[in-house]
């Protein structure tokens, strides 16, 4: 049997967990899991990184209290933030949160150097506001004392992987993301960094996922009552890379990653940077084993959650089966919600906001809650179909839907999309992240020979 510990960040909660492998059999347990979520100082937003350090090793602690080897151990977060380093190896400063909207303010600016098509041209990545680029553009605008005395700069997971290390290697799946790496080459792009006046020297060597970065801090294995021989495996740093890496894919197969946002994409062996795919909306962001994971983000359960939110002030809390039934009583009728309506960004009252699309669009005296909820299944469904038929529309070839994460627990919302994509459609891993997190540490240790031989891997 062979251990390992997935590390598994997401922007309102962590985990620590205990994974087995043995006999091409893949087994977990979580062990600790934290909340998670940005802190607001002098008008900006900010990562508690003391806070997530101390809670990693709590989990830590609880598995060495464990009479088990540790074989390696991986790190993977939400994409785009970062943290800085002085030349004393001391982190200078909480990192910004992707949260922090005063990044709006330079956009105007950064593209009159770079015109956003060129950007994508050169990047492979959509312009948004809460990429990378545009925060460390700020910060040396700004004259942000820990960007000039910055000596490295590490994106979020490679922070920790430093913290708990000591070893300074940005991981390319994470970097890929911040719209300040060539994607099809796989090193930083000196153009954009030049123009823009950013520090290149400041950014470590890009390290590819499934590597020996180096070890757990002995001192760290030592506190947390563990072997003092752990290996730090470069897994994919970003949590998005680790599910696309464990999904049952075929070579004709799309991904629709189902949470409060939705991600919808295929795996690609180059990216698409055509004028076309940029004004569709689509990125390109660095997956594993030489993979270009070719995607959009669109709106997804954030609708849905709100109203839920809303309405339970005044009714018993409802789980999303319960929803679901809901909704199902409701399946006859055709009423759809536009999901990704402006109205719908963040309103202060979501439920009266769609209460009220809905009386408007269709003419309805009264809206039931199983109304509503129907509608806005619907209407995230219909945004699905239509991003799949542009990836199709770009020349892409699908015949299967793979839904990984928590949303595909809902049969119903399966048996949607395949009805109206006409698509077969499959579903799992639930848990797509943090086992694609252990299988690259299994590949990485050479338990594993690519990536045909993980996604073989059974989850028991």
């Keep these: 049997m062979?251990?390992?510990?997935?590390?598994?960040?997401?922007?309102?909660?962590?985990?620590?967990?205990?994974?087995?492998?043995?006999?091409?059999?893949?087994?977990?347990?979580?062990?600790?899991?934290?909340s998670n979520s940005p802190y607001q100082s002098e008008g900006h937003y900010y990562w508690k990184l003391d806070y997530l350090i101390d809670?990693?090793?709590?989990?830590?602690?609880?598995?060495?209290?464990?009479?088990?080897?540790?074989?390696?151990?991986?790190?993977?977060?939400?994409?785009?933030?970062?943290?800085?380093?002085?030349?004393?190896?001391?982190?200078?400063?909480?990192?910004?949160?992707y949260r922090d909207?005063?990044?709006?303010?330079?956009?105007?600016?950064?593209?009159?150097?770079?015109?956003?098509?060129?950007?994508?041209?050169?990047?492979?990545?959509?312009?948004?506001?809460?990429?990378?680029?545009?925060?460390?553009?700020?910060?040396?605008?700004?004259?942000?004392?820990?960007i000039i005395n910055a000596n490295h700069i590490l994106f979020l997971p490679s922070l920790l992987g430093y913290v708990f290390s000591g070893e300074i290697k940005n991981e390319f799946t994470i970097a890929s993301t911040s719209q300040l790496v060539d994607v099809e080459k796989k090193i930083y792009n000196n153009e954009v960094l030049e123009k823009l006046g950013l520090d290149k020297k400041a950014f470590p060597d890009l390290i590819e996922p499934g590597r020996i970065l180096g070890g757990l801090d002995r001192?760290?294995?030592?506190?947390?009552?563990?072997?003092?021989?752990?290996?730090?495996?470069?897994?994919?740093?970003?949590?998005?890379?680790?599910?696309?890496?464990?999904?049952?894919?075929?070579?004709?197969?799309a991904f629709i990653?189902?949470?409060?946002?939705?991600?919808?994409?295929?795996?690609?062996?180059?990216?698409?940077?055509?004028?076309?795919?940029?004004?569709?909306?689509?990125?390109?962001?660095?997956?594993?084993?030489d993979t270009t994971r070719f995607l959009k983000n669109i709106t997804g359960l954030w609708v849905l959650n709100r109203v839920k939110e809303a309405y339970e002030v005044n009714h018993p809390a409802l789980s999303f089966d319960q929803i679901t039934d809901l909704a199902l009583k409701h399946r006859e009728e055709t009423f759809l919600v536009d999901i990704q309506d402006k109205r719908f960004n963040n309103p202060l009252d979501m439920y009266g906001e769609v209460d009220q699309y809905l009386k408007e669009v269709y003419d309805l005296e009264r809206v039931a809650f199983g109304t509503m909820v129907q509608a806005i299944f619907k209407g995230m469904v219909a945004v699905i179909v239509d991003t799949v038929e542009e990836l199709e529309d770009l020349g892409i070839e699908i015949d299967t839907l793979n839904i990984l994460g928590g949303g595909s627990r809902n049969q119903y919302l399966s048996n949607l999309?395949?009805?109206?994509?006409?698509?077969?459609?499959?579903?799992?891993?639930?848990?797509?992240?943090?086992?694609?997190?252990?299988?690259?540490?299994?590949?990485?240790?050479?338990?594993?020979?690519d990536l045909s031989a993980i996604r073989k891997v059974k989850e028991v």
């Design 101 to 146: 909207e005063s990044t709006l303010e330079v956009m105007t600016e950064v593209h009159q150097v770079i015109s956003k098509l060129e950007m994508f041209e050169k990047t492979g990545i959509q312009p948004a506001y809460f990429n990378t680029l545009y925060r460390l553009f700020k910060s040396y605008k700004d004259r942000d004392m820990s």
């Design 257 to 289: 990653i189902l949470g409060t946002w939705t991600i919808v994409g295929s795996e690609l062996k180059r990216p698409i940077k055509s004028e076309k795919a940029f004004k569709l909306g689509f990125t390109n962001e660095a997956g594993v084993f």
């Design 55 to 97: 809670e990693i090793k709590k989990g830590l602690v609880s598995i060495g209290k464990r009479d088990i080897k540790i074989s390696s151990i991986g790190f993977d977060t939400w994409g785009v933030d970062y943290g800085v380093l002085n030349k004393k190896g001391e982190i200078l400063t909480d990192p910004f949160s």
């Design 219 to 253: 001192d760290i294995a030592r506190a947390c009552g563990l072997n003092n021989d752990i290996k730090l495996v470069a897994v994919p740093g970003h949590d998005t890379a680790c599910a696309v890496a464990a999904r049952p894919g075929t070579e004709k197969s």
């Design 417 to 449: 999309i395949s009805e109206k994509s006409g698509k077969k459609v499959t579903m799992g891993p639930v848990e797509a992240s943090v086992m694609g997190n252990s299988l690259m540490q299994v590949y990485a240790l050479g338990l594993l020979d």
């Design 2 to 34: 062979h251990y390992n510990i997935a590390v598994d960040l997401g922007a309102s909660s962590g985990r620590v967990m205990l994974m087995s492998y043995e006999d091409n059999c893949l087994s977990m347990e979580e062990v600790h899991r934290f």
